[in-house]
């Protein structure tokens, strides 16, 4: 029996009903679990002296607009003695994405959460510092999202330009 | 007066990462960068500060923000290689290997023998070179002001390299899904048995500049103490982790492209310090070195690219005799290929530590999602803990020691 295997029993036998889905991809392991027990697994893959995840490997978030649920966060823990990793994700809706924060369990999301607060919105509840990170202070929208336009700038003509310096941000004189 | 809100609701939300000392004025706040030549690129530190300790810091980031990982969903996949070169701008090879790793995973291709040993070369040869560039700056806030001459040198015969086999000294893109854009010129293996020849004098040279140099010693021994557990906590990689005694590195862990193959040592050291996180980096070279020797030696005569159509193009003979090789050629270069509705990660060591590439794909020829989790990023986390407690001049010296690059933070 593999760690991962094992790790899955685990959850499984500690959560009942907490794992939704186990995805078996390129030689990689998702498995999406309930949002609500989040925090309480992540704690038990950390202090399960069995398991031993005692590391954070990644933490990215996914867009999958239009389609609801719309977020997905994927969480990497890494248990460094045993060299196994697998991928944890919750999905989250896309009106009211919250999830609770997984900083206090592995210090390293801190900064990483951060950024998928700023860059997808999506906000941690507990979260010690929940600012912006990458964008200036002042920054409307959440630039990684996918209803995000990229931002072309407008080729200005004779003709048009002054209903585009009307949707310009900067100082009118 | 909106702005007058907006500044004021700022202040409010920084309160927080301050002592109480600093609101009663007995403590003085000062902003460290984003111009200032010690924070290695566009870093801005707000510190505070009793006298010339540092009582609080708080790293502020994202003054290189691209969006490259935005611009990444919006182009195909082989279109996108090219951003990955401007992220971390030391390791352009290593993030090109990087990216490319993933999606070999996600479309599932062979990359062949010669290839592999191409990429291994030109990765650690850009370690080398990353190394050097943080031996010459780091060295530059300690005062060693000729180490940035020396290193620059060295560092020059490795971009005339990457010059000789892409055509760009820093920006290469030679790494490419589903191998190597081109075979090595002639010139390329005699130049680097040349370099392999010249550069251990040229580490001995630094070693007996800095090792035992009672000024350097005196800046870096108990300095930025890093303890192995928090090390892990926060998420450090690389050096800056080996340098409190964790032996971490994924060309051993999870080996890639052949690493498995080769007879190297992960340096160690357990001072904890940053004359650890020196020390672990001047051995590293030294593996560099090694790695390259053992690679040159098996490099073999044989294609450089998969032959998979679907991903590389053919050859440009092929097009006017082949009615498929045209096909194939048209729908790479217009439309690209298609990737499966799966995602997968993958790591490689960086010089700064595990550089990991999330690739989400949605069945189409654009990823939906690719992140970078960058070494730099989590390095740069432990950084109030290496600063707050030492003068300002030691935090400089901290700062050298975990080797950031701002590119490979922002993004």
């Known amino acids: 029996m593999s760690h991962i295997e094992k790790t899955i029993a685990t959850i499984q036998s500690a959560f009942p009903g907490a794992i939704q889905e186990v995805i078996e991809f390129r030689g990689e392991t998702t498995v999406v679990i309930a949002s609500d027990l989040l925090v309480d697994v992540c704690r038990r893959l950390r202090d399960d002296a ?122 009118k004189s | 007066m909106t702005q007058v809100h907006e500044l004021e609701a700022t202040v409010d939300e920084l309160k927080h990462l301050f002592s109480e000392r600093a609101e009663a004025g007995e403590t003085t706040l000062l902003n460290l960068g984003p111009q200032h030549p010690s924070t290695h690129g566009v870093l801005r530190l707000m510190l505070e500060l009793d006298g010339e300790e540092v009582v609080r810091c708080v790293p502020d980031i994202g003054f290189l923000h691209t969006g490259i990982e935005k ?66 700056t780091s060295g530059i806030d300690l005062n060693a002001s000729s180490m940035l001459l020396y290193c620059f040198r060295e560092r020059e015969h490795i971009l005339d ?92 862990a999870m080996p890639y492209s052949g690493y498995a193959n080769y007879d190297f040592d992960v340096p160690l050291e357990d001072g904890c ?16 070195l090694k790695i390259i020797e053992q690679a ?25 005799q082949s009615m498929e090789a045209l096909i194939h050629h048209f729908k ?20 700064r530590g595990e550089l990991g590439c999330y690739l989400v794909g949605d069945g189409g020829p654009k990823p939906r999602r690719v992140h970078f989790r960058t070494p730099s990023f989590l390095n740069l986390q432990a950084l109030p803990h290496l600063g707050e407690g030492y003068f300002v001049a030691d935090l400089v010296a901290s700062i050298g020691s975990i080797d950031i690059v701002l590119g490979d933070i922002d993004r």
């Open chain 1, 50 to 171: 069995e398991l031993d995840y005692n590391v954070l490997a990644d933490l990215a978030a996914v867009d999958y607009w239009p389609a609801e649920p719309r977020f997905a966060i994927s969480y990497l823990p890494y248990a460094m003695q045993r060299n196994a990793r697998f991928r944890l994700k919750v999905f989250l809706p896309g009106k009211t994405p919250n999830a609770e924060t997984v900083s206090t369990v592995w210090p390293s999301a801190n900064w990483q959460e951060r950024e998928a607060y700023d860059m997808m919105g999506i906000k941690f509840n507990g979260h010690p510092d929940m600012r912006r990170i990458l964008m200036p202070a002042d920054w409307e929208g959440h630039p990684h999202r996918k209803d995000y336009p990229l931002g072309y700038e407008e080729v200005q003509f004779s003709f048009n330009i002054e209903e585009i310096d009307k949707r310009k941000k900067y100082a």
């Open chain 2, 296 to 320: 040159i030696g098996r490099l073999k005569p044989g294609p450089v690219m998969t032959e998979d159509r679907k991903v590389a193009p053919p050859p440009r003979s092929e097009l006017s």
């Open chain 2, 161 to 252: 390299m990457f010059e000789m086999i892409s055509g760009q000294r820093m920006m290469t893109s030679y790494i490419r899904p589903g191998g190597v854009w081109r075979d090595v010129p002639a010139g390329f293996v005699p130049a680097v048995k040349d370099f392999l020849a010249y550069m251990p004098a040229k580490l001995d040279d630094y070693e007996r500049l800095l090792t035992k140099n009672p000024l350097f010693l005196g800046r870096t021994v108990d300095v930025g103490i890093l303890e192995p557990d928090y090390a892990l906590a926060i998420g450090a990689t690389g050096g800056t982790l080996r340098g409190s005694g964790i032996n971490y590195d994924v060309r051993r």
């Open chain 2, 71 to 136: 611009n990444m969903e919006a182009k195909t996949y082989l279109k996108a290689l090219v951003m990955t070169d401007r992220m971390d701008y030391l390791n352009n090879m290593g993030n090109n290997l990087t990216y490319c790793l993933a999606i070999e995973k996600l479309v599932d291709v062979e990359v062949p023998e010669r290839a592999q040993v191409l990429r291994v070369i030109c990765a650690e040869l850009q370690r080398i070179a990353s190394h050097l560039v943080w031996l010459g």
């Open chain 2, 273 to 288: 310090d940053v004359y650890a996180r020196y020390r672990v980096r001047m051995r590293e070279f030294r593996e560099s």
């Open chain 2, 332 to 351: 790479l270069w217009t439309e690209g290929f298609s990737a499966p509705d799966g995602e997968v990660y993958l790591a490689t060591e960086s010089p």
